[in-house]
């Protein structure tokens, strides 16, 4: 994120302006050539009729059926349904404060009964309002919720819709041929080198596979392996060492993994600089093209996405690696842990993890419906929230009751949950106090700038760790090798536990 300052705020929002520019610029100077009439340069009418070619060709076209597609929908039992209605609502600290930001900050006062139960026919049902024949079970759960409030709703349906991410209309926002091209090309094209130089391996997808994705990857053609998975290419350092478990990295949304690639390089570094002599520790850093500003397929569903991580996995003999996930990743890494269990998984290191509270609602409010206002806010609005390809992500495949990590699941892990202190998109201070309340799940808390005085004692060791990192928006932790080296340290640590 960039920081959140006033030349920063003016230079995003100017940024912003000139992409949203390009494709009516470019449809006027191409009406206007049509007409007979010419302003400017032979070679910008040939880019303005690049950009609206692939306005008009592409990008609309794309949008309108992204827009259009059907959300993905499980088929639960009442019993089931009635377990995860009991199961969310323990698992939420203000039930006040959870339902207001569903309904995008409006008071309760202004809710009524049948929104609410739309609210829980979208959340349990899959459905926008309840049926007829829903409607026993909806009652059923409204009372209980008026009963943890201790007041009534009013009855019938006021104005005010819950958000119901799955179903809403996405607001998906054009971004130009040569942004594509220039900005996400070129950085694609940095990652490939500065991947290579910390000793990395590409897997590739098949040639096949390879064209789906746009902006094109021509480094790919030089990578000399082809990835087990069809949908899923990935970076690769053997794992040679006896003592040591292996790395899987699981990244979150924006352009890849070139926010991580230090990250990476600070750990291969300081693997090489302590190797022993059974081998080094390896790494695999999976790239997820849907939620990496590029315009493909969408992201596989939850079974499917396993099969294809495991596939890889079993191709490099690896039973138990380390995982290290952020944002996005750690949903991936929670299906995993909710699948595998304990015993498959290594140690977990989970960095802003939307995980843990996204049945709250700020996740999806922060993500989607908020009028950005700062210049991280704008930011995050533009190249992330509305991009085809990570929008239709956490919307159309948006599942919440899938995504949670719940305390459950975090029991008798080797686990540490890093947060940053100044988070747009999680409300870092409420999943601080959800995840210390109580004993009940016994995490060790330790500030960032305290690390060192405590010589990181109980983080990246057994148990339950929570590092938290006051100064530093989302991801930011990965921007300094100061903050870097206390995440490598914990990792570090974490591939050293053998069972």
Same mark, same amino acid.
């Given at each position: ?7 920063? *705020?003016? &230079? ?6 000139? %992409?949203?520019? $390009?494709?009516? +610029?470019?449809? #006027? !100077?191409? /009406?206007?050539?049509?007409?007979? *009439?010419? &302003? ?6 040939? %880019?303005?009729? $690049?950009?609206? +070619?692939?306005? #008009? !060709?592409? /990008? ?23 377990? #995860? ?415």
């Amino acid at each position: 994120m960039i920081p959140n300052t006033t030349p920063h *705020y003016v &230079f995003i929002r100017l940024c912003i302006w000139s %992409l949203r520019a $390009v494709a009516p +610029a470019s449809l #006027l !100077c191409c /009406s206007l050539r049509l007409l007979g *009439y010419s &302003f400017v340069p032979p070679f910008l009418e040939v %880019l303005a009729l $690049v950009e609206a +070619a692939f306005y #008009l !060709c592409a /990008s609309r076209p794309r949008q309108h059926v992204l827009d259009k597609s059907s959300p993905r929908s499980l088929q639960r039992s009442r019993e089931e349904r009635r377990k #995860l209605f009991d199961h969310c609502f323990h698992n939420v600290p203000d039930l006040e404060a959870f339902l207001v930001t569903w309904f995008k900050g409006r008071s309760l006062d202004d809710i009524r009964a049948e929104n609410i139960k739309d609210f829980l026919a979208w959340g349990f049902f899959y459905k926008t309002h309840g049926a007829p024949e829903d409607d026993e079970e909806l009652n059923e759960y409204l009372h209980e919720t008026e009963r943890i409030l201790g007041r009534k709703f009013p009855p019938g349906r006021g104005p005010h819709r819950p958000a119901q991410v799955s179903t809403d209309a996405l607001h998906l926002q054009h971004k130009p041929f040569f942004f594509y091209v220039f900005g996400i090309g070129a950085d694609d094209l940095l990652t490939y080198a500065a991947m290579n130089y910390y000793g990395l391996q590409h897997f590739r997808l098949p040639l096949s596979r390879s064209l789906s994705v746009f902006p094109f990857r021509p480094h790919t053609i030089f990578s000399q392996h082809t990835s087990p998975s069809k949908h899923l290419s990935y970076w690769y350092r053997p794992h040679t060492s006896s003592k040591r478990l292996p790395v899987l990295f699981l990244h979150g949304v924006g352009a890849g993994l070139r926010t991580y690639a230090s990250f990476l390089g600070d750990f291969i570094r300081n693997d090489a600089a302590t190797v022993e002599e059974d081998g080094q520790t390896g790494v695999i850093a999976v790239e997820i093209m849907p939620i990496s500003m590029r315009m493909t397929g969408g992201c596989l569903p939850r079974q499917e996405m396993l099969a294809e991580l495991l596939a890889i996995l079993r191709h490099h003999g690896w039973d138990k690696p380390v995982v290290a996930a952020h944002s996005y990743g750690t949903i991936i890494a929670t299906h995993l842990l909710q699948t595998l269990g304990r015993e498959k998984l290594g140690p977990m290191l989970l960095v802003d993890p939307v995980t843990v509270s996204i049945h709250w609602g700020e996740v999806p409010y922060n993500f989607l419906y908020r009028q950005p206002r700062s210049a991280s806010e704008w930011q995050l609005q533009y190249f992330a929230s509305t991009d085809m390809g990570i929008a239709y992500a956490i919307t159309r495949r948006f599942d919440w009751s899938e995504n949670v990590l719940w305390k459950d699941d975090m029991k008798g892990m080797d686990m540490t949950i890093v947060l940053s202190g100044k988070d747009i998109i999680i409300e870092p201070h409420g999943v601080k106090r959800y995840l210390l309340e109580g004993e009940e799940l016994g995490f060790r808390f330790v500030d960032s700038r305290d690390h060192e005085k405590q010589g990181g004692k109980g983080l990246g060791n057994r148990g339950l760790g929570l590092l938290w990192y006051d100064h530093v928006n989302h991801a930011e932790m990965f921007d300094t090798a100061e903050d870097r080296r206390l995440l490598v340290d914990i990792l570090n640590r974490y591939c050293s536990i053998i069972d």
